[in-house]
Structure formats: structure tokens, C-alpha cells
T-cell receptor, first 115, second 115 residues
Framework: EPEVTQTPSHQVTQMGQEVILRCVPI?????FYWYRQILGQKVEFLVS????????KSEIFDDQFSVERPDGSNFTLKIRSTKLEDSAMYFC?????????????FGSGTQLSVL | AQSVTQLDSQVPVFEEAPVELRCNYS??????LFWYVQYPNQGLQLLLK??????LVESINGFEAEFNKSQTSFHLRKPSVHISDTAEYFC?????????????FGAGTRLFVKA
């Protein structure tokens, strides 16, 4: 089965620094998502992206966050000035037109640690 | 807006015993229901889904879930668990909102199977 790929698997950064989390969705997919999971807590929706624009975003996704699909294959999440509370596992997901009702395909996640 | 409630944060059970992980949802529109599993140090994987049709859905590894519209529930069951079933299980609801489809996750239930 095709996979969503996320890099890096672990990212350590200093508070206030910018980080970019990278995702390569499945090639023919059209809908893209970022979720995060703070240790021991629920998986939280951050943002959905379709047709090169944000479809919906949560309250968590404030001005410090941005997403981009720069080259038609990568889907990135940028945090401009990281805070301690941004430490979490970030999951990228994608789905296609045929499967949009059926399932999300998740990457293995990027563990972000803000020191 | 939709929401998901998983009533049990942890469920310890002995090997070969039956288990039920509870999930209730609320939504003002028609929803699609999912169970995802997260094994230690791994990403989220789809376990089973309800889209339409038969209210009882099954996975390839012996889990089943029943959609109960009147009780707004989608409980996950397995008649005999294995050590390898130890994982975090997330109930999820997907519905179309103003920004397209969005999937919301419950807080998760940690299933711990003991020998």
C-alpha cells in the first residue's frame, strides 16, 4: 500500500526558533492534513488543505503556523517561533477523491521537542 | 460540529479475554466512523470503518464495531484478545463541514493485554 512519508522523524529545536516539518503525501491525493498529539493526549486537528489553500483550521493553528505545498509533492508545516507547548508528535495525512469519505492515510509522524 | 467521547482512558485485560472499547459521538450531520490503532512508537493505522450499509463492521484481525445511530455509539469489540493487541485505540468521526471533510479523534483508549 502507498505511504505518506514524513521527515525528520525527530526534531529538536530551541524555543523561539523556526521549524519546518515535511511530508510527502501519496502522489495522487488531493486533500492534506496536519494533526498533532501532545504526549499522553488526544490527536488534535490542526489544518486541512485542498486545491492549494487552507480548507479549515483549528484554534491551535494560529499565526505562528503556516502550511505550504511548494512543489506539488511536498506538504510542509512551518512553526515560525516555537514555544515549549509546541512539543508534540505531528502527523501528516492525505486522502484522495475516491477515499475522502473512507480513510486518512497517516505518516509515521515527526516528534518535535522544543527546549 | 462533531465530537467524539471515549469513555475509558485505559483498559487492562488478560490475554484471551473479551474486550469492549467504548465510543460515543455527536454530530448535527451524517458522519462516517472509524477506529484507528497506534502501536508503540508508530503512526496511526486504520483498523475499521463504517461508511454506510451494514451496521456491523469487522477488521482482518478479529475486531468488530457496531454503529448504533439511536445511541450515537460505535463501540469496538474483540471476543479474545492477544498480547499483540496492546496499543492505543482512537475512535474518529468524519463529517463534511464548511471547509470540507474533517476527521476528529477521541482522546484514545490504551488497551493493555496481560499474560
Amino acid at each position: 500500500e502507498p505511504e505518506v512519508t514524513q521527515t525528520p522523524s525527530h526534531q529538536v529545536t530551541q524555543m523561539g526558533q523556526e521549524v519546518i516539518l515535511r511530508c510527502v503525501p501519496i502522489s495522487n491525493h488531493l486533500y492534506f492534513y496536519w494533526y498533532r498529539q501532545i504526549l499522553g493526549q488526544k490527536v488534535e486537528f490542526l489544518v486541512s488543505f485542498y486545491n492549494n489553500e487552507i480548507s479549515e483550521k483549528s484554534e491551535i493553528f494560529d499565526d505562528q503556523f503556516s502550511v505550504e505545498r511548494p512543489d506539488g509533492s511536498n506538504f510542509t508545516l512551518k512553526i515560525r517561533s516555537t514555544k515549549l507547548e509546541d512539543s508534540a508528535m505531528y502527523f501528516c495525512a492525505s486522502t484522495g477523491w475516491r477515499t475522502v469519505n473512507e480513510k486518512l492515510f497517516f505518516g509515521s509522524g515527526t516528534q518535535l521537542s522544543v527546549l | 460540529a462533531q465530537s467524539v467521547t471515549q469513555l475509558d482512558s485505559q483498559v487492562p485485560v488478560f490475554e484471551e479475554a473479551p474486550v469492549e472499547l467504548r465510543c460515543n459521538y455527536s454530530s448535527s450531520v451524517s458522519v462516517y466512523l472509524f477506529w484507528y490503532v497506534q502501536y508503540p512508537n508508530q503512526g496511526l493505522q486504520l483498523l475499521l470503518k463504517y461508511l454506510s450499509g451494514s451496521t456491523l463492521v469487522e477488521s482482518i484481525n478479529g475486531f468488530e464495531a457496531e454503529f448504533n445511530k439511536s445511541q450515537t455509539s460505535f463501540h469496538l469489540r474483540k471476543p479474545s484478545v492477544h498480547i499483540s493487541d496492546t496499543a492505543e485505540y482512537f475512535c474518529a468521526v468524519s463529517a463534511r463541514g464548511t471547509g470540507g471533510f474533517k476527521t476528529i479523534f477521541g482522546a484514545g483508549t490504551r488497551l493493555f493485554v496481560k499474560a
